[in-house]
């Protein structure tokens, strides 16, 4: 497993690399047979890169493509704080995903508590690895629904959390944990500005010691092949 960091000039060049690397391997996992499983997520890069991606879909066949949340807002399903709803429309919708890969976490319209809706939300998760988890990073360092501090969670040996408290609104969220998160091939970290240089710095350049996940959760998860942090200049700025 290595863990490498590929900086790009700027955030508009760092969604065209990230969008060129993702259908290369997706073009390769089903050239060999396989149906590709890949981890979405949140967050504004990550819709641009979405966008990126539908433009420039590659030789991918995307309706033979499998796709889960790294997290979602416990919210209501047509709410528009939910990930998956700007992800259906900037990239699954125009690249004609099938509806029956596509794997959408529980929403307060089903009735469950959000503990049960996390449960809920593992069982379908697949029994073997992602290929691909794609993660965005907060100033903060957290990932996913994984806030800084928060060790029950960090390093819960769980497929799935729910998050009651969360310091950004909505307050509930589910989350998928590092230790699930980390049963992929490859974990991909996408940071773009100047406003994650001090998270980034944090993550990949401490000064003293390892990081302590607890505290930056980005570095928690780590794929059993590569774990790469695609950043801006911007980003990178602090390394």
Known sequence: ???SVEVSPDAARLTETVAAALTERLAAIQAEGRTPRVVLAGG???EELHRVVAAAPGDVDWSRVEFWWGDERYVDSWSPDRNCLAAQRDLLTPLGASPDLVHVPPA???GQPVQDAAATYAQDFPAGDF?????GMG?????CSLFPGREDDVLSTLDAVAVVDSPKPPALRLSMTP???SRSSLVWLVASGTGKAEAVRAALAPTGGSVD????PAVAPRGAEATI???DEDAAALL
């Open 131 to 135: 290929d691909v988890v794609m993660l």
């Open 1 to 3: 497993m290595t863990i």
């Open 44 to 46: 504004s890069i990550i």
């Open 139 to 143: 100033p903060d360092g957290h990932t």
């Open 179 to 181: 230790a699930r998160l």
């Open 108 to 110: 307060t319209d089903s």
């Open 213 to 216: 996940p607890v505290e930056v």
């Open 229 to 231: 942090w695609w950043l």
